[in-house]
């Protein structure tokens, strides 16, 4: 069902497999599960690469964490002291060795420590120590070896997105200063909303060339990245310039006369309809920047309508781009 692979993705599958070899092989072993379990929960990472990198840091950032819980059970044993300067003292020396990424399996594995430590305590240090590199190391070869994690549908689907929710907002913001209504709090949430949608992207596609330096793809994968990263370009210049179109001062106020009216209302169907803007319509903005520009009048609006031939110009050539990669 469409719902459960939305819940159930291959990271939760991941995880929970990686948990399940991690306590299958202490059991094997003869060791305590709750160590190893933990770090393998938190080593689950997008990428092959990341789960690795951390892997390294995480090591002996656990190495450290066990530790202190060893060295503070021995002097305070299991009292409230010794968990708070346990947890404290491994989060304040993994800062300082910058081994962020490690903090928490640390903190967790002294935390849980203190009251499974008792008096071997040489046995459990190294116990803890075997354990967490066993979580560690099975999570990062499930990570590597099961359901290689491909960002490119996604990538797709959410570029298809944004440059729906662009073109909408375009239409929107165009009906909106043509009513005179030049400051909207509708299409700055708006616009806000697509940022997030990029700025995810641009994570997802970082992910996508980690995977490419463990994963073998083939050629059709990678044109399609380029194609994808390309979109990707003209959406950041087209949010720029609709920025520019929303973000207005305070005092902003102009109008525009019947002719451009009736070319601004042709452009906006144009699109709505997902037809050619008429080119009358871009010349008449176009004579109106040039009179604008050659008068010195009204700044506000000749800025507008530079956005706004902008836009145009970014959608005929990205329209001519479809079209020559579409041509055999």
Not at 36 to 60: D, G, M, N, Q, Y
Not at 74 to 96: K, M, N, W
Not at 205 to 214: G, M, R, S, W
Request: one cysteine or more.
């Amino acid at each position: 069902m469409k719902w459960t692979k939305q819940i159930i993705g291959p990271r939760i599958i991941k995880t929970g497999l990686a948990t399940f070899l991690t306590a299958l092989f202490c059991q094997l072993l003869h060791l305590p599960a709750t160590f190893a379990v933990i770090a393998s929960l938190v080593s689950i990472e997008p990428t092959a690469k990341a789960s690795l990198r951390k892997a390294f840091i995480r090591f002996p950032a656990s190495i450290l964490g066990a530790f202190i819980a060893v060295t503070s059970a021995y002097f305070l044993g299991e009292s409230p002291l010794a968990y708070s300067i346990a947890a404290t003292l491994t989060i304040v020396i993994c800062y300082q060795l910058k081994l962020h990424d490690g903090m928490l399996v640390a903190s967790l594995t002294a935390a849980a420590m203190i009251p499974n430590i008792h008096d071997d305590f040489v046995f459990n240090f190294f116990s803890r120590l075997v354990t967490t590199t066993i979580g560690l190391t099975t999570a990062g070869l499930v990570n590597f070896l099961v359901l290689p994690p491909k960002y490119q549908l996604q990538i797709e689907t959410l570029i298809n997105n944004v440059e729906s929710e662009l073109q909408q907002l375009f239409i929107t913001r165009g009906k909106e200063v043509l009513i005179g209504h030049y400051h909207s709090k509708d299409s700055v949430r708006k616009l806000i909303q697509i940022s997030k949608m990029i700025t995810k992207i641009e994570q997802l596609i970082q992910y996508e060339h980690e995977e490419f330096q463990y994963h073998q793809s083939d050629i059709n994968r990678k044109k399609l990245m380029m194609t994808l990263e390309k979109r990707l370009q003209f959406n950041r210049l087209y949010i720029i310039h609709l920025t520019n179109m929303i973000y207005m001062p305070q005092e902003t106020a102009f109008d525009f006369h019947a002719e451009e009216r009736q070319a601004y209302t042709d452009i906006i169907m144009a699109m709505q309809q997902h037809e050619p803007v008429p080119r009358t319509a871009l010349s008449t903005f176009k004579s109106s920047v040039k009179h604008l520009a050659e008068f010195d009048d009204n700044q506000l609006k000749s800025h507008y309508i530079y956005e706004l031939l902008m836009i145009q110009k970014l959608l005929t050539e990205q329209h001519a781009d479809y079209q020559t990669d579409e041509t055999p």
